[in-house]
């Protein structure tokens, strides 16, 4: 009940050099009501890696923010 602010964070990490972040908050004004926010952010080569050998070049273009609303009745 007291679950008002929720902070999260994830994280992959590809060895062949690339990598994804995901911080994120929650926040629960009412009973009903929940607000979400992520960002995500795509590194596709890290330190010089061949991009085309790396998990998440395919999508470095990839960086959002997505928001969400929700309503639990």
């Keep these: 009940p007291q679950d008002i602010y929720r902070a999260g964070f994830a994280l992959l990490y590809d060895q062949r050099g690339s990598m994804l ?11 009903a009501w929940t607000v979400e926010a992520f960002y995500t952010h795509v590194w596709g080569s890290i330190g010089g890696a061949e991009p085309s050998e790396t998990l998440l070049s395919t999508i470095d273009h990839a960086d959002e923010l997505t928001l969400r609303l929700a309503y639990q009745f």
């Design 21 to 31: 972040v995901q911080p994120g908050i929650k926040w629960k004004p009412s009973g």
